[in-house]
């Protein structure tokens, strides 16, 4: 899956098209693949080749078809968040691009910046009348708009747009890695207007994040959160820049619908522990954020539901936990190490004894040569049932559990082997370039 091109490895495989929701992969490789690195000048971000064609693609004076369209997969049934020209009328899951809706963001000024660092503002109860308004007010200065195309002899020419979360106040903007895919150049606008040229920091494609940095003062990191907190139906409020228009973020809310979600976008590959939302999520807001009632980022607004009825009202984010993880290897090397256990698997059903099966854990199918797996002595046939104290209820859990890793970790591998239960230490490897 990786690219030669620096640029184009921060781009995931074109997402799903249309169908039904598809059921957990009956076999799984419970590692995480390394991405390569993704790097940039001070003005100008390194070349990638277009975007892949599209099945019913539609043009904007600004985004010529493709000359030479790479042929496209089968894919399944959930629409990324990016709104572009040459994306626009896929109902397939397409990236929330918003192109040819470009040009200069202006709004009011903002009131002075606060102190350097994330907001830390306890905001009302969540069952109390404002509660939005009081998250909206605390997390739109920590929202971008990012505008990606190329540099010609007119100066900067904007293709698609996409949004971004102001991480800390050295620069850092997080967003999603198919929003920065086939450009050589890119600009980030503030919520006060402000535009300033990025760099691409680095990008990992298997986890669909990236990082951007810009010379800029006056930044309002957004405050972290966790998704240790919440529950089914707890208030979740996406915040982005749909469809690139102009006067800044806009604000939708709703609750989290559900967890552990998996986003397939490959026949191999797959964004798995997503939260779901009903918060409404469009095209133009990927690499926004989902915060909870108090403001504080849960998850990178990252992908939508679609069917043949088109969108279903519900959005993906990926979880704020593997955000920290991988942004932070981003922004210390420009490229992501994945850990690797080395198993092939699948989920484990268990009788219920009234003639039912419930999965219950991820059962090792197979141990890959020379890696962690087989130094720790795992075994085909041991079901694990918990990585250190994180419970494993089935492989999505398992591969989850693993991503959150780093290369050179060492944890505790829980296992069932006949009647015994076993807990196992691993140090965890790296991903080889040739699996």
């Given at each position: 899956m990786d690219s030669p091109s620096a640029w184009d490895d921060a781009a995931p495989p074109p997402y799903p098209s249309d169908g039904p929701a598809q059921p957990r992969s009956a076999s799984t490789t419970a590692e995480e693949p390394a991405s390569t690195p993704a790097g940039g000048g001070p003005d100008r971000l390194p070349p990638a080749p277009p975007y892949?064609?599209?099945?019913t693609p539609t043009t904007?004076?600004?985004?010529?078809?493709?000359?030479?369209?790479a042929p496209r997969r089968d894919w399944l049934d959930l629409v990324g968040a990016t709104a572009a020209g040459a994306l626009g009328a896929l109902a397939v899951v397409a990236l929330l691009f918003a192109a040819g809706i470009l040009g200069p963001t202006t709004t009011e000024p903002a009131a002075p910046a606060p102190p350097r660092g994330p907001v830390t503002q306890v905001i009302t109860p969540r069952d109390e009348p404002g509660l939005v308004e009081a998250v909206a007010a605390k997390v739109v200065p920590s929202i971008v708009t990012i505008e990606v195309g190329e540099e010609n002899v007119d100066g900067f020419e904007a293709i698609a747009s996409g949004s971004g979360?102001?991480?800390?106040?050295?620069?850092?903007?997080?967003?999603?890695?198919?929003?920065?895919?086939?450009?050589?150049?890119a600009k980030v606008i503030l919520q006060?207007?402000?535009?300033?040229?990025?760099?691409?920091?680095g990008a990992d494609p298997r986890t669909d994040l990236a990082v951007l940095e810009v010379d800029a003062d006056g930044l309002v990191p957004i405050e972290l959160g966790s998704t240790e907190e919440l529950a089914l139906g707890s208030p979740a409020i996406a915040v982005g820049n749909p469809l690139g228009q102009v006067g800044g973020a806009s604000v939708t809310a709703g609750v989290i619908s559900a967890f552990d979600r998996q986003v397939v976008f490959g026949t191999d590959d797959r964004l798995v522990g997503m939260l779901q939302t009903d918060a409404p999520i469009t095209r133009g807001s990927s690499g926004g954020g989902l915060v909870d009632a108090q403001g504080r980022l849960i998850g990178i607004t990252t992908a939508i539901g679609v069917s043949d009825a088109g969108a279903e009202g519900i959005g993906y984010a990926t979880p704020v936990e593997l955000v920290e993880r991988i942004v932070d290897e981003l922004i210390?090397?420009?490229?992501v190490e994945h850990a690797f256990l080395g198993v092939l698997g699948t989920d484990h059903y268990r009788p219920t004894g009234d003639g039912g099966l419930v999965v219950d854990g991820a059962e090792i199918s197979e141990i890959l040569d020379d890696t962690a797996a087989a130094e720790a002595g795992l075994e085909p046939g041991d079901v694990i049932v918990a990585v250190d104290d994180e419970p494993v209820t089935a492989m999505d859990d398992l591969i989850a559990a693993i991503r959150l890793r780093r290369v050179g970790e060492e944890v505790e591998v829980t296992i069932r082997r006949g009647e015994e239960t076993?807990?196992?230490p691993v140090v965890l490897g790296?991903?080889?370039?040739?699996v």
């Open positions: 892949g064609t599209a099945t904007s004076p600004r985004i010529p078809p493709d000359p030479e369209p979360v102001v991480f800390d106040d050295a620069g850092h903007i997080v967003t999603n890695a198919h929003v920065v895919e086939g450009s050589s150049a006060d207007g402000r535009i300033y040229d990025a760099v691409l920091v210390e090397t420009g490229t076993l807990v196992l790296a991903r080889p370039d040739d």
